[in-house]
Each structure stands twice: as structure tokens, then as C-alpha cells.
């Protein structure tokens, strides 16, 4: 699976935000291994969006077409918010175009986006991201430190394209990078002023001329109150 997905803390405008997230899924942002000889390349096969704000979710929609296609879509221009997780999907299996396997996904209170596509250990090759996050969330409940959780869940899967996701809550967020390919398309960046902290798949025209690209095999957690941010080496084979 292939996607373009971004988290947004913070005042920031909403309008910019989606908007660009839409160019991200068209193909018209930035280049990478999968664009740069294909034009066709395109994330059109489901959107999704959790947005928050003061702490409490506000909506959770998820459509099985394409962000751009989606009349709901511009919507969320309008929205006030301080909190944002945006996914769009391009499908390995166009037969797998459906609701079940949009992101992002939910379970008590954690909201999880995955870019990539785990190989090794699956049960279910149709699911391979919901059982990614069913085993982080597994993991965090037996050991209660979402750090070390990631840690080890990471080291149960021993074969993956990517393993990049986001995961948060309402108090905090963590954003993993961790790719064997295409690192132009796996790297993820960030932007982060007094205001806001971004975390995308491609950087984006109006959220600052300071984005800084995230290294292989870390770790980004955000404080969402108080809109701090730390990066840290995962250290997992």
C-alpha cells in the first residue's frame, strides 16, 4: 500500500492545510520514486481525517474515493481546529478498494495512520495495517510504555516495505519512520514555530520555508497540549 498521510497540532490554517494535503494525494507536490516517471500516479482509492480540537475528537470520516472526488472533501476548509490526522490511499489491490481498509483506523481513544505495507508476520493479507495497530495497541496495554511498545512491536515484524504510521490520542502523538525502499518516498518532514507542529509525507508551500526531513529509524512524539516535540533514534534491528 502507498499513501500520503500528515498530522497537524496547533493554530494553523485549516484551508492550507487541506488543500495541500489534497495536491500531496493528486501527484501535484512533491517528487519522489513513484511520481518521477509516472504521472499517473495518484492516491484515490479512500481519505481519511480525525479532527480535534481543546483536547476532544470533533469528527472521525472516512469515504472509499478519492479526497478530490469526495464532495465532503471541501468541507473541512471551513472547520476550527487544533488537531488534525489526514490520510490518502493508494491501494496494492484495486480490488481492496473499500471502507474496511481506509484509514485512519480507531480503537479506544487511539486513532492510527500507516504508510507502507508489512509482508511478514499476517494472518489476514487484506488487513496487513489494522493488525499493525490491533498489535501496538496489544503491546501498549501488556506493557503500559508506548515507547518501549513500539520498540517491540517493531521487532516482531521482520518483513515490510515501510513501517511509517501515525499514532495518537488526545494528549499525545507518535509518528514512526522506518523504511527498507524508496526513502524520497518514505522519508517524512516536519515544520514546527510557536503555533504548530506538522508532520507530513511531502512538505507543504504554506507551513513555513523551515521544514526539516525526519531520519530513518526514528521516533517523533508530540505533546499535543503543549505543542512540543521530541525525536528520538527507535534503535531496532
Known amino acids: ?25 493528486m501527484n501535484k507536490n512533491e517528487k519522489h520514486e513513484n511520481n518521477e516517471n509516472n504521472p499517473d500516479f495518484v492516491h484515490d482509492d479512500g481519505w481519511g481525517v480525525a ?9 472521525l470520516y472516512k469515504k472509499d474515493v478519492a479526497c478530490w472526488r469526495d464532495p465532503r ?13 489526514a490520510h490518502a490511499r493508494r491501494a496494492t489491490d484495486k480490488n481492496l478498494v473499500d471502507l474496511t481498509y ?3 483506523f480507531e480503537r479506544k481513544g487511539w486513532y492510527f495512520c500507516h504508510n507502507g505495507t508489512v509482508i511478514e ?21 501488556a506493557q503500559n510504555d508506548v515507547r518501549e511498545s513500539i520498540k517491540n512491536t517493531v521487532n516482531e ?3 515490510y516495505t515501510a513501517l511509517n504510521f501515525i499514532l495518537a490520542n488526545k494528549d499525545f502523538a507518535y509518528i514512526l519512520v522506518k523504511h527498507k525502499t524508496k526513502p524520497y518516498y518514505y ?6 514555530n510557536n503555533d504548530y507542529i506538522v508532520v507530513s509525507s511531502e512538505r507543504l508551500l504554506h507551513f513555513g520555508g523551515q521544514w526539516k526531513t ?3 529509524d526514528s521516533l517523533v512524539e508530540i505533546d499535543i497540549a503543549h505543542r512540543t516535540m521530541a525525536m528520538r533514534t527507535l534503535n531496532v534491528s
Open 187 to 192: 522519508t517524512m518532514k516536519f515544520s514546527k
Open 121 to 141: 508476520p499476517k494472518a489476514n493479507e487484506k488487513r496487513d495495517s489494522e493488525q499493525f495497530f490491533e498489535l501496538l495497541l496489544s503491546n501498549i496495554k
Open 102 to 104: 481506509t484509514h485512519p
Open 157 to 159: 515484524i521482520k518483513d
Open 73 to 85: 472533501f471541501q468541507k473541512y476548509y471551513r472547520v476550527s481546529v487544533d488537531f488534525v490526522i
Open 51 to 59: 479532527l480535534g480540537k481543546s483536547g476532544k475528537l470533533i469528527e
Open 1 to 25: 500500500m502507498a499513501c500520503r498521510m500528515l498530522i497537524a497540532v496547533g493554530v494553523f490554517q485549516v484551508e492550507h492545510l487541506f488543500r495541500e494535503f489534497k495536491l500531496m494525494a
Open 214 to 216: 525526519i531520519n530513518n
